[in-house]
């Protein structure tokens, strides 16, 4: 995988976070942004992380480890057709991923954290035949 730049305001969101989950979750969140970031230096917007971070690691912890990492559900639109919506998801998800990989499917697989024939399987599903569908 190439190595990714993170910018100084994205590094400092970072540095902010607790981590609940330690040092998994971190590097499952840079892998997460480095698949999905179309930038380079990867920015602070493209870490799923709340966006009051520093606001809350200053006061002192006003608010939970569970709220921390789940408050970018709030972020996400109403839907009237959940499984349309997740089956939607997935699939931009897979795409990007095949993109940031050049196409290379046994790659892409690893990093979603799928098995080489999950990943084909979801591919003729959704009827993606290559990276740059």
């Known amino acids: ?3 990714r730049r993170l910018s100084r305001e994205a590094l400092a969101k970072l540095q902010h976070y607790d981590f609940p989950g330690n040092a998994r979750e971190l590097r499952n969140l840079i892998e997460r942004a480095s698949i999905l ?20 690691s200053d006061e002192g912890g006003g608010r939970s480890s569970q709220d921390k990492s789940s408050s970018w559900i709030g972020l996400l639109p109403e839907v009237d057709d959940l499984r349309t919506f997740l089956t939607g998801v997935e699939k931009e998800i897979i795409l990007r991923t095949l993109k940031s990989t050049g ?14 024939s999950d990943l ?6 959704f009827g993606i035949r290559g990276a740059e569908e």
Request: net charge neutral; proline share 9%.
């Open 37 to 56: 970031s179309v930038t380079d230096p990867i920015t602070e917007e493209s870490l799923p992380l709340p966006s009051d971070v520093s606001e809350s």
């Open 103 to 116: 196409g290379a499917q046994a790659e892409a697989a690893r990093r979603l954290g799928l098995s080489r």
């Open 120 to 125: 084909g399987y979801k591919l003729a599903k």
């Open 1 to 3: 995988m190439p190595r």
